[in-house]
């Protein structure tokens, strides 16, 4: 898929190069003259979102999030605005469907990873910014490794949320079929005393059930 992007400075699509944005000026478009022309535009061609840098906003002169806010009822947003804390990712998600966490505006390891334990991980978009070959970001202590660190871990922690939601809807489904056929038999025959059984058997069999589960979501994984 192609998603298109574009730079917003003072409500109006820019561009420019070698990211000096005091050079940047009126973006030049065959898709129209205005950001919402040109979003529209772009939704009739098969665009199915669109990548956005508010850069007033990333160099705290501002921001453009009115104007955001109508292109994302047009497309969904993928946002990069400087957003690097919990409170930021929150006011994103009035008027964008994803946040970028840039590593341009990224202060702290830390608080990268508060942000993904407090925010569902399919609304977030790690950004690796390189300048000349280096890592670009706004904390010098962070390096690169830091950022896959980071990534691993976060990986893993989605990997851990996916697996215990799948169990638990599995779990239910179970336990609700042990449960129907219990009392089926219960009923249809009227053998309670012997129809107990169905709950030890059913406790050993889950064991399996959910190790099969699990291999299974590991495999996936994997691939």
């Known amino acids: 898929m192609i998603i298109p992007v574009f730079d917003v400075k003072n409500n109006e699509c820019v561009s420019g190069k070698s990211g000096k944005r005091d050079t940047y000026t009126k973006l030049s478009s065959i898709y129209g ?20 840098a508010d850069l007033d906003k990333i160099e705290n002169k501002g921001d453009n999030s009115e104007l955001i806010l109508k292109i994302n009822k047009i497309l ?4 990069d605005n400087g957003a690097n804390s919990i409170d930021d990712i929150k006011f994103n998600k009035k008027i964008c469907r994803y946040s970028i966490l840039a590593t341009e505006t990224m202060e702290s390891i830390e608080d990268t990873i508060n942000i993904f334990k407090e925010t569902p991980y399919e609304n977030l978009i790690i950004s690796i910014d390189i300048k000349n070959n280096e890592l670009l970001t706004n904390n010098p202590n962070i390096k690169m490794e830091d950022i896959i660190s980071l990534i691993n871990e976060v990986k893993d922690q989605d990997k851990g949320k996916r697996k215990n939601k799948i169990n638990e809807a599995i779990g239910i ?14 009923f249809m025959t009227d053998d309670w005393h012997l129809t107990w059984v169905v709950w030890p058997i059913a406790g050993i069999l889950f064991v399996v059930v959910e190790l099969i589960c699990n291999l299974v979501i590991d495999k996936y994984d994997e691939n």
């Open 33 to 52: 003259e205005d950001p919402i022309e040109i979003t529209t535009n772009l939704k009739k061609s098969g665009a199915k979102c669109v990548y956005i």
């Open 76 to 79: 969904p947003v993928i946002l």
């Open 173 to 186: 489904a179970y336990w609700l079929i042990a449960t129907a056929i219990y009392l089926g038999w219960s």
